[in-house]
């Protein structure tokens, strides 16, 4: 059983590295992008609720 569970450990590290490895050959990382596309979402979002907010009746 243990072994089993090595095995895999194994398997997904070889995966990330040749995930990430394939991602800065393509040039294809999201991290970057990723990142700066999520704060713009969580920026909006903020927004949109303190305006929800200011314009209800009890500030909520």
Do not use: C, H
Request: glycine share 8%.
């Amino acid at each position: 059983m243990e072994n089993e569970f090595l095995d895999k450990m194994e398997d997904n590290a070889v995966v990330q590295i040749w995930s990430e490895k394939t991602q800065l050959e393509k040039g294809d990382s999201l991290t970057e992008g990723y990142t700066s596309e999520l704060g713009g979402l969580y920026s909006y979002q903020r927004n949109s609720e303190q305006s929800s907010r200011a314009a209800s009746p009890l500030g909520r």
